[in-house]
Nanobody, 124 residues
Framework: QVQLVESAGGLVQAGGSLRLSCAAS????????MGWFRQAPGKEREFVAA????????KYADSVKGRFTISRDNAKNNVYLQMNRLKPEDTASYYC?????????????????WGQGTQVTVSS
C-alpha cells in the first residue's frame, strides 16, 4: 500500500519560510518522480514543483520560481519543499505526489499517488 505522508504545515507571516517534507512508503521511491501541488479554497489545483527520480531535473511554477526549492533524499524516501519569502497568495493545502514516468510532468492527472495534504497559511 503506497502512502505519501506530508509533514504538518502551519501559519507563517508573509516573508517567512517553511519547509514541508513528505515521507513515501510502499513504493520503490527511486523509481518515481515526485511533485508538489496546491489548492486554495475556491481555486483549482495547481502545480508547484516537481523533481525527477534521480534529482537531476526539477520544474517549478512561475509563481514560486526563485522562492521555493524542491529536493529529495532517496536514502530516506523523502521529498522536501523549502518555501522562502512566502506570500499570502501561497496559502493553500499542499499535496505530495508520485509519478512513474519518462519525464517530469506538471500535470496533476499524470501523477499516480497523492498524499492527504497539509495546510499552509501565510498571514499578511
Amino acid at each position: 500500500q503506497v502512502q505519501l505522508v506530508e509533514s504538518a504545515g502551519g501559519l507563517v507571516q508573509a516573508g517567512g519560510s517553511l519547509r514541508l517534507s513528505c515521507a513515501a512508503s510502499g513504493l520503490t521511491f527511486i523509481s518515481y518522480d515526485m511533485g508538489w501541488f496546491r489548492q486554495a479554497p475556491g481555486k483549482e489545483r495547481e502545480f508547484v514543483a516537481a523533481i525527477k527520480w534521480s534529482g537531476g531535473a526539477t520544474k517549478y511554477a512561475d509563481s514560486v520560481k526563485g522562492r521555493f526549492t524542491i529536493s529529495r533524499d532517496n536514502a530516506k524516501n523523502n521529498v522536501y519543499l523549502q518555501m522562502n519569502r512566502l506570500k499570502p497568495e501561497d496559502t493553500a493545502s499542499y499535496y505530495c505526489t508520485a509519478r512513474r514516468g519518462s519525464y517530469v510532468s506538471i500535470q496533476g492527472d499524470d501523477y499516480d499517488y497523492w498524499g492527504q495534504g497539509t495546510q499552509v497559511t501565510v498571514s499578511s
